[in-house]
């Protein structure tokens, strides 16, 4: 009896194994996400004066210290601090704000602004200009990677850098990279590494490397009067 119990438990124990097999099935789902950009917009006491010129534009990524809800805080470092402080720049100057503390930037969502408004405005889409500090340093990388014909020039600050991918980049693109070497927030060989695979690609690259600077090289690098003279002096070529 014993045995004919123990058959049928392997016998109930085989079936119930060879019916519950794997599977892999295919699917389909369209997702659709939205995200909300509040944004400083500068316009040069030019602009207005200018119909038949087009000007450039400067996109700033500002850190994560800045992201949030509240958009005067965006006002803190870079362009924006310098706009508050009185200076004038040739170019229009965006500012989003990543509205998300803990959360890279959405960069789909930077590019379909930016697009929006070089398309609303009389600017010259060769001379569209991109920059970012820290967090939003490594989203320009990421700009620059995933939509390598846009930009006229790129200025990153301290950000993290996506060196495998710096073959995506667009050749002729001008970029320039600011560090500091005692940078304990993001090191500074991810600008090292960034650089050298660049140069090793034959890309126009300016790099500078602040001694004895920690994280904030943006302090440095946003008060450097020359970097706003090269932005301005890039230009793509026409088609």
């Known amino acids: 009896m014993i045995n004919k119990l123990l058959l049928l438990c392997i016998v109930i124990s085989c079936a119930l194994s060879c019916s519950a097999q ?24 030019e602009y207005d ?3 038949e010129k ?31 402080q009185g200076k004038e720049f040739p170019f229009l100057v965006l500012a989003p704000q ?7 930037w959405n960069i789909r969502a930077v ?3 930016v697009d929006e408004v070089v398309t609303t405005n009389n600017v010259d889409e060769n001379r569209i200009y991109l920059t970012g500090l820290s967090r939003g340093g ?5 700009l620059a990677v995933q939509y390598p014909e846009k930009w006229a020039a790129l200025a990153v600050v301290c950000g993290m850098a996506p060196a495998p991918y710096a073959h995506w980049i667009a050749k002729e693109l001008p970029i320039w990279v600011f560090h500091g070497d005692e940078d304990e927030s993001i090191p500074v060989g991810e600008s090292d590494a960034m650089v050298q695979r660049l140069k090793e690609l034959g890309h126009d690259v300016k790099y500078t ?3 004895g600077v920690g994280h904030n090289a943006w302090d440095k690098a946003y008060t450097t009067v020359e970097l706003y003279e090269w932005i301005a002096a890039q230009q793509k070529q026409k088609n």
């Open 54 to 84: 087009g000007f450039g534009i400067l996109v700033f990524l500002h850190g994560g210290g800045e992201s949030g809800e509240e958009l005067e805080l965006i006002k803190k470092n870079g362009p924006p601090k310098l706009l508050v």
């Open 22 to 45: 794997s599977r892999l099935v295919e699917g389909k789902m369209v997702t659709v996400t939205e995200e909300k950009l509040e944004y400083y917009l500068y316009y040069p006491k």
């Open 49 to 51: 004066e200018s119909k």
């Open 111 to 113: 590019n379909k602004l």
């Open 98 to 104: 990543n509205p998300h503390k803990r959360q890279w």
């Open 138 to 142: 490594g989203a320009a990388w990421s």
């Open 209 to 211: 490397r602040y001694e």
